[in-house]
């Protein structure tokens, strides 16, 4: 597959400035109003995010927590609860989310289930009260900081975390082929593994174990990619998002450039660049 040079509109991640709290609050309001709206169709969309899913856990059984309550921080629909439920046996799941209709959905399937619909950057659950924080695909929504030392405040010591989130080669592809188009940015920043290795070891973690592992989805044509993108409410690119349609020539042009990421089986490919960190809170 070819790959590009940094295209003019990427900023690395580490050169971002802080936003300010209403920035910070006006992302998490965009963000829980995309997902959101995708939950309904969320779990038939969420092959890779269920991929993913699947190798944190064979990564987390070598891993096992300390008895006490888990919770799944970032749940979406809770699909991957009734695996935490069977593998780490009888103990409290609690499902946090930011957006109400993926609880929804969750409540819809199991009427029982405690979720709460929160914030990772401010979990209502005291300090050291859990054993075990499972969240996949979340982080990369976040601020990663603020958001590991939240989860160290809530596990107690020796607590583990397990965590995927997405790294700085996901979605490459489409980077390359949006590359100059205009001024607006159409791929979100994601953060590199030093930056939170980094962010974890400041925030009281060890890390277990780290892996990086490549996954991809596919579609027939670009605008079917793109929607499958959608379907899982992925497609936040935040502040400066491009907020008008793409002109036809260059809607061809991306089109066009997209072509050199065509398989052989015919179909197109965009590419998850899955970062998965084991991590247990210093006693
Ligand atoms: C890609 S989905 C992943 C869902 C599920 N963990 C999975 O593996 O399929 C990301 C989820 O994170 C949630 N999310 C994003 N930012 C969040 C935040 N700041 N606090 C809590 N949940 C958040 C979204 O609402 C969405 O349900």
Same mark, same amino acid.
């Given at each position: 597959?070819? /790959? !590009?040079?940094?295209?003019? =509109?990427?900023?690395?991640? &580490?050169?971002?400035?802080?936003?300010?709290?209403?920035?910070? *609050?006006?992302?998490?309001?965009?963000?829980?109003?995309?997902?959101?709206?995708?939950?309904? !169709?969320?779990?038939?969309?969420?092959?890779?995010?269920?991929?993913?899913?699947?190798?944190?856990?064979?990564?987390? @059984?070598?891993?096992?927590?300390?008895?006490?309550?888990?919770?799944?921080? $970032?749940?979406?629909? $809770?699909? #991957? %609860?009734?695996?935490?439920?069977?593998?780490?046996?009888? /103990?409290?799941?609690?499902?946090?989310? *930011?957006?109400?209709?993926?609880?929804?959905? %969750?409540?819809?399937?199991?009427?029982?289930?405690?979720?709460?619909?929160?914030?990772?950057?401010?979990?209502p659950l005291a300090?050291?009260?859990?054993?075990?924080?499972?969240?996949?695909?979340?982080?990369?929504?976040? +601020?990663?900081?603020?958001?590991?030392?939240?989860?160290?405040? &809530?596990?107690?010591?020796?607590?583990?975390? #397990?965590?995927?989130? *997405?790294?700085?080669?996901?979605?490459?592809? %489409? /980077?390359?082929?949006?590359?100059?188009?205009?001024?607006?940015?159409?791929? *979100?920043?994601?953060?590199?593994?030093?930056?939170?290795?980094?962010?974890?070891?400041?925030?009281?973690? =060890?890390?277990?174990?780290?892996?990086?592992?490549?996954?991809?989805?596919?579609?027939?044509?670009?605008? $079917?990619?793109?929607?499958?993108?959608?379907?899982?409410?992925?497609?936040?690119? $935040?502040? =400066?998002?491009?907020?008008?349609?793409?002109?036809? @020539?260059? #809607?061809?042009?991306?089109?066009?450039?997209?072509?050199?990421? +065509?398989?052989?089986?015919?179909?197109l490919e965009v590419?998850?660049?899955?970062?998965?960190?084991?991590? +247990?809170?210093?006693?």
């Open positions: 597959m070819r /790959r !590009g040079g940094r295209p003019a =509109n990427s900023h690395e991640a &580490t050169d971002r400035t802080e936003p300010t709290v209403t920035a910070t *609050l006006a992302a998490s309001r965009r963000i829980a109003r995309r997902f959101g709206r995708a939950a309904a !169709g969320y779990d038939d969309a969420a092959t890779v995010q269920r991929q993913i899913c699947e190798h944190l856990w064979r990564l987390a @059984q070598d891993h096992p927590p300390p008895p006490g309550a888990i919770v799944d921080a $970032g749940c979406g629909t $809770g699909h #991957w %609860l009734p695996t935490l439920s069977v593998g780490f046996g009888e /103990r409290l799941l609690i499902a946090a989310d *930011l957006a109400p209709p993926m609880l929804a959905q %969750l409540r819809h399937r199991e009427p029982g289930q405690p979720c709460v619909a929160a914030d990772v950057h401010a979990l300090t050291g009260s859990v054993a075990g924080i499972w969240s996949s695909l979340c982080l990369q929504w976040c +601020r990663p900081e603020p958001v590991l030392a939240e989860f160290s405040r &809530t596990l107690q010591s020796d607590g583990t975390l #397990w965590l995927s989130t *997405l790294g700085p080669e996901t979605f490459a592809e %489409l /980077r390359e082929a949006f590359a100059g188009i205009d001024d607006a940015s159409h791929v *979100l920043d994601f953060v590199g593994v030093d930056r939170l290795e980094a962010a974890a070891a400041s925030a009281g973690f =060890n890390v277990l174990a780290q892996r990086r592992q490549r996954h991809v989805a596919c579609a027939p044509d670009l605008a $079917g990619l793109l929607r499958a993108i959608k379907a899982v409410g992925a497609q936040d690119v $935040g502040d =400066n998002r491009r907020r008008s349609l793409l002109g036809r @020539q260059a #809607w061809r042009t991306v089109e066009h450039r997209y072509e050199a990421f +065509r398989r052989a089986d015919g179909l590419g998850y660049d899955a970062l998965y960190l084991i991590l +247990r809170k210093r006693p």
